[in-house]
């Protein structure tokens, strides 16, 4: 069983300094720890919950799975990863211009072997399925979710490698942990496509918090427009800033405070 915990989404991870806004989640141990157990390791389940994305673009990136109660001993089964491995998205206009065909996913099956699952993002009539694939209404925060109950029904055991609902947190959950500028955090993912060949884990990078939870701010950041000339795009609200080096195929990916924190 894992500790309970929090999570965080990553935005555009293409910059030095990572944007993302009060709706996106970050990860946090919850609950005792034993003296015996390591401080500052990431549990193995945050690892399994933490998978390798490859569009049918050709593209990489990451993302999580979460899950929630649905009666009874099953659960609803989500992925939650960003706008663009989802489709054509820019920042720019916050617009996604096409959808993707599909997208694979990297799971663990019961064995611990790894099982790739084909995700489609269309229905029959070649539209994005409006009942599967829910990009977040704001378009300049660049998150996506999608249903993948159905999906997982290949893997035997999926509720022991996701994060319940419960546990994605607010600012104000933040604030209660003291949470704070210049705690140090790590980001899971898979940069460059970069994993463990035997168990595909993701890599962990490490950075730091460098705004104040909760904190307002204005960020002029340069993006190219459709016409591939560079613009300043204003981003601005309740944003946390993380100062790391990160890379294509970090995408998507959840940004974690290590055990013991």
């Known amino acids: 069983m894992l500790s309970k915990i929090y ?25 005792e720890i034993m003296a015996s157990e390591p401080v500052g390791r990431i549990e193995e389940g945050v690892l399994k919950a933490t998978v390798r994305i490859e ?16 009666g009874g001993d099953k659960r609803y089964f989500f992925l939650v990863t960003n706008k663009h ?21 990297f799971c663990y099956k019961k064995d611990g072997s790894i099982q790739e699952i084909e995700i489609p993002l269309k229905d ?8 599967k694939v829910f990009p977040y209404p704001e378009p300049h925060i660049d998150i996506a979710i999608i249903s993948i109950a159905d999906d997982l029904e290949k893997i035997c055991e999926p509720d022991k490698w996701s994060f319940d609902l419960s546990y994605l947190a607010t600012n104000e959950i933040l604030k209660k942990w003291n949470v704070n500028i210049g705690d140090q955090v790590f980001v899971l993912g898979y940069p460059y496509n970069i994993y463990s060949k035997s168990n595909n884990y993701p890599i962990a990078k490490s950075g730091y918090i460098s705004s104040k939870i909760g904190e307002e701010l204005i960020i002029m950041i340069p993006h190219k427009d459709e016409n591939d000339k560079t613009v300043m795009r204003e981003l601005k609200g309740k944003i946390i800033l993380l100062d790391g080096t990160l890379v294509m195929g970090n995408s998507g990916g959840p940004v974690v405070l290590p055990r013991g924190r």
């Open 7 to 31: 999570i965080v989404n990553l935005a555009s991870l293409r910059r030095i300094i990572v944007i993302l806004f009060v709706c996106v989640i970050i990860l946090a141990i919850n609950g």
């Open 55 to 70: 569009t049918s673009a050709g593209t990489l990136g990451t993302g999580f799975i979460i899950s929630k109660p649905a």
């Open 85 to 105: 491995l989802i489709g054509n998205y820019l920042l720019f206009d916050g617009k996604i211009e096409s959808y993707y065909d599909f997208i694979k996913v």
């Open 124 to 131: 029959k009539k070649g539209q994005i399925n409006k009942l």
